[in-house]
């Protein structure tokens, strides 16, 4: 009985190897049959030993890197779409030598992505996927998956079919070529998006449609007669041994040619990359892990990198069959590796067979994965996105079909940038306007303070700002603060920016931003930044940097409306103490004088409340943390602020950590000497109470005008 559970997990473990490897080494013949056609198409046999062995490499370096279970690697569908885009005008140049020259820029592209890979892990641009036009990524996807499908009919009837031919499509015997292939694809793509179809109806649907074709071709025909009419993918010579690019292949290639096309190469590579972010990151999403994506991006340069050499196809993690390893079973990294041995030995021992494909699976592949990658678009264009969003993607996609890839792409980005300049041009930059009045700083002010502050509530100006800045919305403000500037009254004031709610700023709106500090400061009011940091890039480096020389940029709202009300209060801040003045006679004789340095902590949270203090000079400030463990300002207490009173009346123990903020006296009042006084003098200890009780009511306001403009 024990040997049964081992049993069963050997018999799986076989089945995902042989499933897997099927599948991918049927996809990575159809798509180099894809490129090697035409007058390159004698290199067919070459080019399948390299691409099967170079997608085992790939399965094998990351199957074993990988810090994720059942991962798989292979060669990748939009690398070989982009290739195709430039390929024309290098067959013409290199003549000849066509075939030589193509292997050669399969290996310059695998060495351009793995180096790209390494150094996108290197500078951690795992998180860059979240900050392109995804309407372009999903209309890309969509449409490569047109071009697989056209392509897959270009490889039933081993032609290459432009509007021109489209007629000829339905002529009886081009028909029967293309309409099982298609029939075919329909099969692998309704089957592989099946939840409820078994893991292996796809590897399985695939040889099925091989085996079949040939059991038919041996009742009623001869091997020989298909080969000869085409239908297969073969025949291949005897002898397709694996090698290296050699010098003499190097010197061939005509590398002006290869250079003019550089831009196209360049492209390549960065969708490379971008695939891989996106697969990465639809796999943390499916399988509700986390994935170490730069770990996992270099271990796919590296991988590319030791495939260059072969001119092999580019590889890296393949989202479609990851999930179905994990739904499988698969876990470790045992099966991936395994599946890459099996492919490396399908074009070490097996190149051969591999004419023996028919024309029609391995176009029905292509089909399959077209439809896999078109069909999701085509739902989700119809459900959730806009009009704008449905005319860019379906822009993307007939541009890709009728134009050429390179140009959808740009296209693409203009369009997504167009639209989104459009959109946030129409969002205003202002999340909250707010006078003084309505916006206070934590500081603990006086009733005389407090009242000198009300009186000039109309100098003091706060903006909220939030989303991304760029010229158009940072223009709308600055055109609402140039209005402000031009309708204020006499006399100097500060505005107070806000920018912990923007997402990013672009040159251009930095600029704007530069031009309206200087235009307020030349009114005659003062401007502070507050949150600058936290959205800081490298265009507002030298915008950061004279605010900090100036004084003018902090790391919070609270700090500059700190700043803003000193300097409105014209050096009266600290000027009173009313607890001091109110204490009684009684208690000021029980308490003890005590100064601390900056920077001492005074109490901390959770200790036990056995004191309170009355602050006679200097400053100290109560501090909490947050839900994302950043410890922050809850209040500033100057001359005459009462601090740890609460604690102190009600037993409980310390709600926040207290510390000096410059060198301070205190006087202090400990437990026990209260204790004391409501025995001997209760009369002051009940003045004592009534003192606090206004100090917390007071408090509670001032708290209370916060927290609702935190809630807004």
């Keep these: 009985m024990s040997g049964r559970p081992e049993a069963s997990s050997i018999g799986r473990d076989t089945l995902a190897v042989a499933a897997l490897a099927l599948a991918q080494a049927a996809l990575s013949i159809s798509l180099v049959a894809l490129v090697f056609t035409g007058p390159i198409a004698h290199g067919l046999p070459r080019a399948i030993t390299i691409t099967l062995v170079s997608a085992g490499v790939v399965a094998i370096v990351v199957g074993r890197r990988s810090r994720f279970d059942g991962l798989v690697a ?43 890979m390494i150094a996108a892990a290197a500078l951690r ?21 047109w071009l697989l499908m056209k392509g897959g009919i270009d490889v039933a009837v081993d032609d290459h079919i432009g509007l021109a031919g489209l007629g000829g499509l339905f002529e009886t015997p081009t028909l029967w070529r293309w309409l099982p292939a298609v029939v075919l694809g329909v099969t692998i793509a309704g089957l592989g998006a099946a939840r409820r179809a078994p893991t292996w109806t796809v590897s399985a649907t695939i040889l099925l449609a091989a085996v079949g074709f040939h059991v038919v071709v041996a009742i009623g025909s001869s091997l020989t007669a298909v080969e000869d009419d085409g239908w297969l993918i073969g025949p291949f010579p005897s002898s397709t041994a694996l090698r290296l690019i050699s010098l003499d292949e190097l010197r061939s290639v005509p590398w002006g040619t290869l250079l003019a096309n550089g831009t196209g190469i360049a492209t390549l590579i960065a969708v490379s990359v971008i695939g891989l972010l996106l697969n990465l990151s639809a796999l943390e999403v499916q399988a509700g892990e986390r994935i170490p994506v730069d770990h996992e991006v270099r271990s796919a340069g590296i991988a590319n990198l030791a495939i260059a050499p072969l001119g092999g196809v580019v590889g890296y993690h393949l989202l479609g069959d990851s999930l179905l390893a994990r739904r499988m079973g698969v876990r470790g990294r045992t099966i991936p590796a395994l599946v890459g041995v099996v492919l490396v030995a399908s074009g070490l021992i097996g190149g051969e067979s591999a004419g023996l494909l028919p024309r029609l699976v391995a176009g029905g592949v292509l089909v399959g994965v077209g439809l896999s990658l078109l069909v999701p678009w085509l739902a989700g264009l119809r459900a959730g996105v806009g009009w704008p969003e449905r005319l860019l993607g379906l822009g993307v996609v007939v541009s890709m079909a009728t134009i050429g890839v390179l140009e959808a792409v740009v296209l693409g980005v203009v369009a997504a940038s167009g639209l989104f300049v459009a959109r ?75 920018l912990r709610h923007v997402t990013g700023i672009d040159a251009t709106a930095r600029s704007v931003l530069d031009d309206l500090d200087r235009e307020i400061l030349d009114a005659g009011w003062s401007a502070l930044w507050a949150g600058l940091r936290t959205t800081s890039t490298d265009s507002l480096t030298a915008f950061r940097d004279r605010l900090d020389a100036d004084g003018r940029s902090f790391a919070d709202l609270d700090r500059a409306l700190e700043v803003a009300e000193a300097a409105c209060l014209d050096g009266h801040e600290g000027s009173d103490s009313p607890v001091s003045d109110g204490l009684p006679d009684g208690v000021r004789a029980i308490m003890t004088l005590r100064s601390v340095d900056a920077g001492t902590t005074l109490a901390e949270r959770g200790e036990p409340s056995d004191s309170m203090y009355v602050v006679q000079s200097g400053w100290v400030s109560a501090y909490g943390i947050d839900d994302d463990g950043q410890r922050h300002r809850l209040r500033r207490f100057g001359p005459g602020g009462l601090v740890g009173e609460l604690g102190f009346v009600s037993g409980a123990p310390r709600s926040a950590d207290v510390a000096a903020d410059t060198d301070v006296e205190l006087l202090v009042l400990d437990r026990r000497d209260y204790d004391r006084l409501r025995q001997e003098d209760p009369e002051a200890a009940t003045e004592l109470l009534q003192l606090i009780v206004q100090t917390l009511a007071d408090r509670l306001a001032s708290l209370s005008d916060r927290h609702t403009r935190s809630l807004r």
């Design 74 to 116: 292979g060669a990748q569908d939009i690398a070989i779409i982009v290739l195709l885009a430039i390929l024309g005008p290098i067959v013409a140049a290199a003549g000849d030598d066509a075939v030589t020259t193509v292997i050669v820029l399969m290996g310059l592209c695998s060495a351009g992505v793995g180096l790209g």
């Design 125 to 145: 641009l795992g998180t860059i996927i979240q900050h392109l036009p995804l309407t372009v990524i999903g209309a890309f996807a969509a449409g490569t998956g």
């Design 424 to 498: 946030y041009s129409r969002i205003d930059p202002v999340r909250l306007a707010a006078d003084g009045g309505e916006l206070r700083s934590s500081v603990d002010r006086s009733a005389d303070e407090a009242g000198r502050l009300q009186a000039t509530n109309g100098r003091r100006r706060v903006f909220e700002l939030q989303g991304y800045l760029f010229f158009g919305s940072a223009s709308r403000l600055a055109d609402r603060v140039r209005t402000l500037l031009a309708t204020a009254d006499d006399g100097q004031g500060v505005i107070v920016f806000d």
